[in-house]
């Protein structure tokens, strides 16, 4: 092939590399703009994953960066004057410059040409006259912007500044530094990349460098290559006791802003993006660099294994997306925990420690046990020390999820909520043997906490005619019966979730027709404006205000009876678009009396009904509001929207928030992922919760127990639902207790049970394997902690 790169960074010299290796009669030719030794930057971070892929895919690239790489394992997080250390983590950095030196010299020597300091020919020839064109163009992609209606870029510009400087000073690990300045709080992301320097990144949130002063700098009109040095001048002062006298550094250095890029594709006919020009993630997580090349041996491997350069890059952008997609999840995690850090800062060492550490979701609980066990016990003796509001304090230290939990007059034995899920199987609004089945199996299987579905407060709040109710006595009795049930049979409390579907009702149970309207025995559905949830949904009619006051008394009504029925707790369902839901979004309140236009106004309802059903709910017990933390839509509520409607209610005597999110509008754009909405619930918490002392609930997209004691530990949730995963397994909790060995107070079998309180063996189960070396492989593992020094590795402690 013809192959045509634009570009001159690790990517495209990388990919140019190994394609000439692959096969020496590739014509292979790359424009870089800038001379051979134009370099900017300081270090670049490699994983051991990324590494056994360079080793295997050229081992001469392998060896030549092997004898340049700083190598460590620790992690030094210093906060409040304490350094907290934790190790087994694995790096390898080594001098950018270094890096394009060797990909340099590798390409020469395979034949490939390359032309420095000089400017690409026009893309549309080169796509004409090659059969391949890499843009291999970076950040700022010509290519990119020149087919933008093609690739159709996202470019998402972040809140926080940095700069990217360098230091003579050698550290022996990963400093995450954060110092709390009188200007606010400023953190370093600092690594060693040689025997002699270090990379040192410092980074705030754009209030912050105000503050400070930074942007009287920001219009300067600097020349290519020149560093901002009044701002160094200022950050060398700021981190002077950090430095420990060595120089900071500059190259090109200058204040900026993350911009996370994505595209929809990377290709167009023969060209194809790579590297920064097709994605970006935040360096907290790891270099670009990294990426880069990833995608460059990626892209390599596709297109020699198949017969065609379309058939190649489908192959690579099918491949590599999913690769890409979930590493900018963990970034977009990372960035906006650095974006938010001065939220934790009221943390404990060891926890903000903690929480640092599994701020992208990617190290966890049970994950970072593996990688430093001590480092885990020791929060965990912290975790034990702050559990002193308990009727019997616990004396051993556990999972966090199976900590006990007090909500006013009532305790829970552990953190896990089954969430509220519709099983569209009543009749009449009576809940039947399915519902006892249900919701008494949830207890029987150890959570905390049983929330029933929505429970509707009238026929005509029903989102299905199969749909709960509680609005007559048999409806009453119903509920009493599996209340008492659970009470019975188990240590779990049950709640109650009361709502009025408004405009999403009326529809057919979800496996005939998800959000389907019905067709014959429907009802009039209502909302505080005529607007229809769907295209295809019936349009509601508008509430009057004399309505309000009948649905208000629908559900005191209600309340009272869940009182009578004996639940332990009462949450009003405020999200997901149903009646309240859509009284507090703009997208579905377009009203212009007093229950609508400003925030407040909107809230005004809601927090009627909130007030009248805490009238009749006995005051010792706790009562709940489910609201959606976003509408993931074009002018709806956002997070901060729903931080104060959080304090809205909080201040109204919520005692617990449970965030979700979505659901109001049909068109809405969601960003799935793991524990995808635990971020709103983080920052509900600190800004609400812990202020208020209001229990947060975190939900949605978790399903693993290391995932739950990870968001407990971490400080971002006091309960975490799990939904689905209950539905899989019903004894979700106690399973969970029996593959971490927890036997105690917070996951207690039922006594009909406790004979299978123990995994079953599987079929096959392998002894010890035979002594067939003289010296244990465990004698000759690699020490948790090690520290970088030029002479070599160092093991602490």
């Known amino acids: 092939m013809r192959i045509a790169v634009v570009g001159g960074g690790p990517a495209g010299l990388y990919f140019s590399a190994l394609m000439k290796q692959l096969d020496p009669t590739h014509e292979v030719t790359i424009w870089e703009r800038n001379a051979p030794d134009d370099t900017f930057g300081f270090g670049v971070v490699f994983s051991d994953e990324t590494l056994g892929g360079i080793e295997h895919a050229d081992e001469h690239v392998y060896q030549a960066m092997s004898e340049q790489f700083a190598r460590w394992s620790d992690i030094d997080i210093t906060y409040r004057g304490q350094v907290r250390t934790s190790g087994g983590q694995g790096f390898a950095a080594m001098s950018r410059k270094q890096l394009l030196h060797i990909l340099q010299t590798r390409c020469l020597q395979l034949g490939v040409r390359i032309h420095f300091s000089t400017e690409a020919p026009d893309i549309e020839v080169l796509a004409a006259t090659h059969d391949l064109v890499l843009a291999a163009d970076g950040l700022n992609s010509a290519v990119r912007t020149r087919f933008a209606d093609v690739f159709q870029p996202s470019l998402d510009r972040r809140h926080n500044k940095y700069m990217w400087l360098g230091t003579d000073r050698v550290f022996e690990a990963f400093e995450f530094i954060v110092e709390h300045t009188p200007y606010g709080v400023m953190q370093v992301h600092a690594y060693p990349f040689s025997a002699t320097e270090s990379t040192f990144i410092v980074e705030m949130h754009e209030s912050v460098w105000r503050a400070a002063g930074f942007d009287k700098h920001a219009t300067d009109d600097f020349a290519p290559g020149q560093s901002d040095e009044d701002s160094i001048n200022v950050v060398r002062g700021l981190?002077?006791?950090?430095?420990?006298?060595?120089?900071?550094?500059?190259?090109?250095?200058?204040?900026?802003?993350?911009?996370?890029?994505?595209?929809?594709?990377?290709?167009?006919?023969?060209?194809?993006?790579?590297?920064?020009?097709?994605?970006?993630?935040?360096?907290?997580?790891?270099?670009?660099?990294?990426?880069?090349?990833?995608?460059?041996?990626?892209?390599?491997?596709?297109?020699?294994?198949?017969?065609?350069?379309?058939?190649?890059?489908?192959?690579?952008?099918?491949?590599?997306?999913?690769?890409?997609?979930?590493?900018?999840?963990?970034?977009?995690?990372?960035?906006?925990?650095?974006?938010?850090?001065?939220?934790?800062?009221?943390?404990?060492?060891?926890?903000?420690?903690?929480?640092?550490?599994?701020?992208?979701?990617?190290?966890?609980?049970?994950?970072?046990?593996?990688?430093?066990?001590?480092?885990?016990?020791?929060?965990?003796?912290?975790?034990?020390?702050?559990?002193?509001?308990?009727?019997?304090?616990?004396?051993?230290?556990?999972?966090?999820?199976?900590?006990?939990?007090?909500?006013?007059?009532?305790?829970?034995?552990?953190?896990?909520?089954?969430?509220?899920?519709?099983?569209?199987?009543?009749?009449?609004?009576?809940?039947?043997?399915?519902?006892?089945?249900?919701?008494?199996?949830?207890?029987?299987?150890?959570?905390?906490?049983?929330?029933?579905?929505?429970?509707?407060?009238?026929?005509?709040?029903?989102?299905?005619?199969?749909?709960?109710?509680?609005?007559?006595?048999?409806?009453?009795?119903?509920?009493?019966?599996?209340?008492?049930?659970?009470h019975g049979s188990s240590e779990a409390k049950i709640g109650v979730q009361l709502g009025h579907s408004g405009r999403k009702g009326s529809t057919k149970v979800m496996w005939e027709g998800i959000d389907d309207p019905l067709e014959t025995g429907g009802w009039e559905t209502v909302s505080p404006s005529a607007i229809p949830y769907g295209p295809d949904s019936r349009t509601p009619r508008e509430i009057s205000t004399d309505e309000l006051d009948t649905i208000t008394t629908q559900f005191v009504s209600a309340a009272a009876a869940a009182a009578q029925a004996g639940f332990d707790v009462l949450e009003l369902h405020c999200a997901h678009g149903y009646l309240l839901s859509s009284f507090l979004s703009p997208l579905t309140n377009q009203r212009t009396d007093e229950y609508g236009g400003s925030l407040e106004n909107r809230l005004r309802f809601p927090l009627r009904v909130f007030d009248a059903i805490k009238d009749v709910w006995p005051s010792d017990q706790p009562v709940s509001v489910r609201i959606s933390a976003t509408d993931w839509a074009e002018g709806g509520n956002t997070i901060d929207d729903a931080v104060q409607i959080a304090r809205a209610f909080a201040q109204h005597g919520a005692d617990v928030l449970h965030v979700s999110s979505g659901q109001v509008v049909k068109h809405e754009k969601p960003a799935f992922g793991r524990s995808y909405q635990t971020p709103f619930a983080d920052r509900i918490r600190h800004e609400v919760g812990v202020p208020l002392g209001v229990a947060v609930v975190a939900v949605g997209a978790i399903s693993s127990y290391d995932d739950v004691n990870s968001v407990l530990l971490a400080g971002r949730a006091d309960l975490v639902a799990i939904g689905r995963a209950h539905l899989w397994d019903p004894q979700w909790t106690l399973h969970a207790a029996a593959e971490q060995d927890y036997r105690g107070d917070g996951a207690q079998w039922p006594t009909p049970y406790r004979a299978g309180n123990r995994k079953p063996p599987t079929a096959r189960t392998d002894g010890p394997p035979p002594r067939l070396e003289l010296v244990r492989a465990a004698h000759r593992s690699t020490p948790t902690r090690r520290r970088w020094q030029p002479t070599g590795w160092a093991t602490a402690g």
């Open 239 to 486: 981190f002077a006791d950090h430095l420990g006298g060595h120089a900071l550094l500059a190259n090109n250095s200058r204040w900026i802003n993350f911009t996370t890029v994505r595209n929809r594709t990377w290709r167009h006919g023969n060209i194809v993006l790579i590297g920064d020009a097709a994605h970006t993630a935040h360096f907290s997580i790891g270099s670009g660099t990294k990426l880069a090349m990833e995608d460059a041996l990626a892209l390599a491997a596709c297109l020699h294994e198949t017969d065609s350069v379309t058939t190649g890059l489908d192959a690579y952008e099918t491949e590599r997306r999913p690769v890409v997609e979930s590493i900018q999840r963990a970034a977009q995690a990372s960035l906006e925990w650095f974006e938010s850090i001065s939220q934790y800062t009221d943390q404990d060492p060891h926890q903000f420690a903690f929480n640092l550490l599994t701020r992208s979701r990617r190290i966890t609980y049970d994950n970072l046990r593996l990688r430093d066990n001590d480092f885990v016990e020791a929060i965990d003796g912290w975790h034990l020390a702050t559990q002193s509001t308990f009727a019997v304090q616990p004396a051993d230290t556990r999972p966090p999820m199976f900590y006990p939990l007090r909500l006013k007059g009532i305790e829970l034995v552990n953190r896990i909520l089954v969430s509220p899920m519709d099983m569209y199987c009543a009749v009449d609004g009576v809940p039947t043997d399915f519902h006892l089945v249900h919701l008494g199996g949830k207890a029987l299987g150890g959570a905390g906490l049983v929330m029933t579905e929505m429970v509707c407060v009238s026929p005509e709040g029903r989102i299905t005619p199969g749909c709960a109710g509680l609005y007559t006595e048999q409806q009453q009795r119903a509920w009493a019966r599996i209340v008492d049930f659970v």
